[in-house]
C-alpha cells in the first residue's frame, strides 16, 4: 500500500502561484509515474501533470502547459506541482496520484491508471 498526502493548497488571486506537495509513504517502491488530478467544481476530474521515474519529459494538460512544473524530490518520495500565473479557472480540488505504469515512452495520463490517491486540496484563484 501506498499513502499520498498532499499539502499547499489555498486561496491566490489572479495571476499569484501556489506550489502543492505530496508525500509518498509505505511501498514506494511500486511507484512509477507520480500525477497530479484536478475537479473543478461541478465537473469531472481531470488529467494535469504526470512525471515518471524513467527519465522522460513531464506531461501537462494543455490549459496548464506553460504555467505548471511538476517535480520529484525521489529522496523524499514527494512529488510538487508549481502553479503560476494562476486563473480562476484553475479552482479545482487537486489530487495527487501514483501509479506503477509508466516507462521512457509511456506515461500514464487516465485516472484509472493510477491506483493510490491523495485526499485533496483546494485551490481557489479569485480576487
Known amino acids: 500500500q501506498v499513502q499520498l498526502v498532499e499539502s499547499g493548497g489555498g486561496l491566490v488571486q489572479p495571476g499569484g502561484s501556489l506550489r502543492l506537495s505530496c508525500a509518498a509513504s509505505g511501498s514506494t517502491f511500486s511507484i512509477n509515474t507520480m500525477g497530479w488530478f484536478r475537479q473543478p467544481p461541478e465537473k469531472e476530474r481531470e488529467f494535469v501533470a504526470a512525471?515518471?521515474?524513467?527519465?522522460?519529459?513531464?506531461k501537462y494538460a494543455d490549459s496548464v502547459k506553460d504555467r505548471f512544473a511538476i517535480s520529484r524530490d525521489n529522496a523524499k518520495n514527494t512529488v510538487y506541482l508549481q502553479m503560476n500565473s494562476l486563473k480562476p479557472e484553475d479552482t479545482a480540488v487537486y489530487f495527487c496520484?501514483?501509479?506503477?505504469?509508466?516507462?521512457?515512452?509511456?506515461?500514464?495520463?487516465?485516472?484509472?491508471?493510477?491506483?493510490?490517491w491523495g485526499q485533496g486540496t483546494q485551490v481557489t484563484v479569485s480576487s
Open positions: 496520484a501514483a501509479s506503477a505504469y509508466g516507462s521512457f515512452y509511456y506515461t500514464p495520463l487516465r485516472s484509472d491508471e493510477y491506483r493510490y
Open positions: 512525471l515518471t521515474s524513467s527519465g522522460n519529459s513531464p
